[in-house]
T-cell receptor, first 113, second 112 residues
């Protein structure tokens, strides 16, 4: 069974740039959720994708957007980067309505300068 | 809205000591409750969960009991090891909900 993978591991961007983060869900999972974890804080829910449709969104501006592909992998896109976007971005996969069993990837560390 | 409050760290212990991390929550209905652990440089791993009142979740020597009357889900371990050094997060998800709500995390450092 393949676990959740994310790429890249780290990246550095400058303010105003755009970034795309990628996530491959665990084998057999069709739901992907994205979380932002600022340094020293707990993760905050960004949004969830289920069968290629957005299925709920947290308190994040529209410059945070996402996609889910037919193979259930997912992308998180952030436009017009701000310094406060510096964080660990975590992807979690689950199956259908079993959202209580979310399996997390190792995260992507984004630094915005 | 929903929220999770857990004790601030860091918590520093000696090996074989007893560990308790307090967690309380605010949510309508009957959420499921979780403890996740984050080792340095890694993502989150589910440690244990409980889905209804009075349920006890347990794993790797850790235990937590879902107490609806006190809206609490305290994490305990009777004898910690150096390898238990990590950040621990309490979290909830509401029935039919799709997002985990996390506490701020508690860093635990176990010294030999």
């Amino acid at each position: 069974e393949t676990g959740v993978t994310q790429s890249p591991t780290h990246l550095i961007k400058t303010r105003g740039q755009q970034v795309t983060l990628r996530c491959s869900s665990q084998s057999g999972h069709n739901t992907v959720s994205w979380y932002q974890q600022a340094l020293g804080q707990g993760p905050q829910f960004i949004f969830q994708y289920y069968r290629e449709e957005e299925n709920g969104r947290g308190n994040f501006p529209p410059r945070f957007s996402g996609l889910q592909f037919p193979n259930y992998s997912s992308e998180l896109n952030v436009n017009a980067l701000e310094l406060d976007d510096s964080a660990l971005y975590l992807c979690a996969s689950s199956f259908g309505d079993r959202d209580d069993e979310q399996f997390f990837g190792p995260g992507t560390r984004l630094t915005v300068l | 809205g929903d929220s999770v409050t857990q004790m601030e760290g860091p918590v520093t212990l000696s090996e074989e000591a007893f560990l308790t991390i307090n967690c309380t929550y605010t949510a309508t209905g009957y959420p499921s409750l979780f403890w996740y652990v984050q080792y340095p440089g890694e993502g989150l791993q589910l440690l244990l969960k409980a889905t209804k009142a009075d349920d006890k979740g347990s794993n790797k020597g850790f235990e937590a009991t879902y107490r609806k009357e006190t809206t609490s889900f305290h994490l305990e371990k009777g004898s910690v090891q150096v390898s238990d050094s990590a950040v621990y997060f309490c979290a909830l998800i509401k029935a039919a909900g799709n997002k985990l709500t996390f506490g701020g995390g508690t860093r635990v450092l176990v010294k030999p």
